[in-house]
């Protein structure tokens, strides 16, 4: 009686063209940090466009065509108002067009105005990024973690390259993912004031293995001093991206 209903269930399926249908797996990244993460600069109308290939964790734990603002679904984010351009929108660009006909999904989950402090081990901030991506991770592989802060710790630098490799060694340790490749970036400088912490920021690959660092060289801000602009955050992306690929091959 088995065999029979077997063969019937196939014979349906040729005759009606049904296929099964596999869903997508996503090659994940986890983006947190503070505001130049989330992004505060200008969108162009090119922007408003959702990306092919490129995927955005929502509110329903499910994925959505990315759009712009990425750090929408944020579960610690400021206002909806204050979400504009970051750097993961040309980042995720970028992987698709050398990875192509992969499915890349962002996990994006930032709060602007933190220090390095508010994201250890414990906190909310952390144990959100955490609770997100184990979520994203099951439809997926979390193939890296771009990161970009220091803003807020530019008073107080002492100490940051420890506690970003301390933060780093439980996030892999909680997501199951000891050589996680991590991208972190430079902070601008157009203060003069940057420069402790961006050393401190710069230091990060020496001492926390598969991790590189992006330059922030010749980047303006938005008017404020304080935030990139909307060219900046394009090219943020992209060197973001550079550098995660080149983690990726000698992983």
């Known amino acids: 009686m088995l065999i029979r209903s077997l063969k019937i269930l196939a014979a349906f399926t040729m005759l009606t063209g049904c296929t099964v249908q596999k869903k997508p797996r996503y090659d994940i990244i ?23 290939h490129v995927f955005l964790f929502n ?34 660009k970028s992987l698709v067009d050398a990875y192509p006909g992969k499915n890349f999904g962002l996990v994006v989950n930032v709060r602007g105005g933190t220090s390095v402090d508010l994201w250890r081990k414990g906190s909310h901030y952390y144990n959100e990024a955490v609770i997100k991506a184990l979520k994203a991770q099951k439809t997926g592989t979390i193939i890296g973690v771009i990161w970009h802060q220091g803003e807020a710790d530019r008073n107080k630098w002492e100490g940051y390259t420890g506690k970003f ?18 991208v972190v970036g430079e902070i601008g400088d157009w203060k003069g004031n940057s420069g402790s912490v961006n050393g401190q920021i710069r230091a990060i690959p020496g001492k926390v293995p598969f991790t590189r660092c992006v330059s922030a060289d010749g980047l303006m801000h938005m008017g404020d001093t304080l935030h990139f602009n909307t060219e900046a955050q394009y090219e943020l992306g992209r060197r973001y991206a550079a550098e995660l690929i080149q983690l990726l091959r000698v992983r």
């Open 59 to 92: 509110e329903k734990d499910e994925w959505e065509p990315a759009k712009n603002p990425l750090n929408r679904y944020s579960t610690i984010r400021k206002e909806i108002s204050m979400q504009r351009l970051g750097p993961a929108w040309t980042f995720s």
């Open 30 to 52: 986890l983006c947190i940090g503070q505001s130049n993460m989330a992004g505060r600069a200008a969108m162009a109308p090119a922007d408003t466009v959702p990306l092919q």
């Open 165 to 182: 490799s301390d933060m780093i060694a439980h996030l892999r340790q909680d997501l199951g993912i000891p050589d996680l490749p991590v």
